[in-house]
């Protein structure tokens, strides 16, 4: 019962403190206060919980041995993600994005493409990424090279679609002006198109970033050399080492959170002039 107590305890008290903050002045402290205190209240209470219904390590392990375990695996965390996240995940990311926003460069130059490949981008984006994994990762091989192609085959198409509607947002009359400057297609793709199409490019970059990480472990499952964050939770959760599986759900947590973050700062620093960003200053 004094586990119990003290979760709800803990409860009032991160109930009471968010709830003073977020009714007070908004400054970059506070939106950086309330987040970290609500987190640290859901995982207190999940040690409370833990203990107090003296829940099996098998159901759910306390975030004390998740971090215990976290602390004595990290040399088998960092290989797992240098294998899943560096090499499937980016590698993906970065190809996937690229000849996403080259085919939409070519769609914008030759518009017949557009009624050929985006439907045909549309198809590939309704497969079932647990049924494209196992036929990627045979024509690809175990390693890294087969979770980088299903990263591709699930990024590309959320990038090429907002590519594509950020190089129509321009109006007719900013198009107009460029026109009585003479500037040919490229002059107008690069001096008013693609800075306009910025906000739309970055929300397919933020989106394919989660996308990634999960397509590189999901494929993971499916065929993988001794090491990888899917590899790692497939096998542990067969050895019922519940508290390794967590550990890598949270070294995927803090990675897919960094990735999104170094993106979302680079677009901050990009789109600086758009609307957007600088409500947020």
């Known amino acids: ?40 209240t859901i995982v207190v209470i999940w040690e409370c919980l833990v203990r107090g219904l003296a829940i099996s390590p098998v159901l759910l392990p306390a975030p004390t041995a998740i971090a215990a ?41 030759f518009p017949f493409l ?31 090279q087969s979770k980088a192609a299903v990263v591709v085959v699930m ?16 109006d007719a009359m ?5 026109r009585t400057y003479a500037a040919g297609y490229w002059q107008t793709l690069f001096k008013l198109r693609l800075p306009a199409a910025m906000p739309f490019i970055f929300n397919g970059l933020k989106i394919a970033t989660t996308l990634a ?9 499916f065929g ?19 508290d390794l599986v967590w550990a890598e759900i949270v070294v995927a947590a803090i990675a897919g959170s960094g990735f999104y973050g170094a993106v979302a700062l680079v677009e901050k620093a990009v789109t600086f002039w758009h609307p957007s960003q600088r409500s947020r200053a």
């Open 155 to 170: 990024v590309f198409f959320p990038m090429l679609v907002n590519t594509v509607q950020g190089l129509t947002d321009t």
């Open 213 to 221: 990480l999960i397509g590189a472990i999901v494929a993971e499952f």
């Open 174 to 178: 900013q198009r107009d002006l460029m």
């Open 69 to 109: 375990t976290f602390a004595k695996s990290t040399h088998i965390l960092w290989a797992d993600f240098v294998q899943t996240a560096l090499k499937g995940a980016l590698t993906g990311y970065i190809m996937g994005c690229g000849a996403a926003f080259l085919t939409a460069i070519a769609i914008d130059r």
């Open 224 to 242: 993988s050399p001794i090491k990888g964050m899917g590899f790692r939770i497939s096998t542990s959760v067969g050895q019922l080492a519940l």
């Open 1 to 40: 019962m004094g586990w119990l107590a003290l979760g709800v305890l803990t409860w009032a008290l991160g109930w009471g403190i968010n709830s003073r903050l977020s009714h007070g002045p908004k400054t970059r402290a506070t939106r950086l206060l309330v987040p970290v205190i609500f987190g640290l």
């Open 114 to 144: 557009q009624r050929g490949l985006l439907p045909v981008g549309n198809f590939v984006a309704a497969l079932p990424i647990i049924g494209m994994a196992p036929i990627l990762v045979m024509w690809f091989g175990f390693d890294w």
